[in-house]
């Protein structure tokens, strides 16, 4: 696990959305008590909100909704945070 800083962040979903293959990326703060789970297979991608909210929405690669929802739910988990720590599996 490493600690990045929050403009990465918007790149490495970048890097997600282009990506064919499947992944699995938590997204962690400080004290880790707030997390955002991206997983990836190809097709679909499960965004899994715990924290202030606890959610789970599923979204197709081909919708544009999937960045703004990724945002959306970034900036309640994470409003105040400049640096994250992301686990890639």
């Known amino acids: 696990m490493r600690e990045i800083p929050v403009k990465q962040v918007k790149s490495l979903m970048k890097q997600l959305l282009k990506s ?7 997204l ?3 004290k880790k008590d707030r997390s955002l789970t991206i997983e990836s297979d ?9 924290g202030y ?9 081909a919708d544009n909704v999937v960045k703004h929802a990724f945002t959306a739910e970034f ?3 994470f409003p105040r945070s400049h640096q994250v720590y992301v686990s890639k599996k």
């Open 20 to 26: 064919k293959e499947s992944k699995y990326v938590v």
């Open 28 to 30: 962690l703060t400080k």
């Open 42 to 50: 190809g097709e679909q991608i499960k965004l899994t909100e715990q």
């Open 53 to 61: 909210e606890n959610s789970v929405n599923t979204f197709a690669i």
């Open 75 to 77: 900036k309640c988990e």
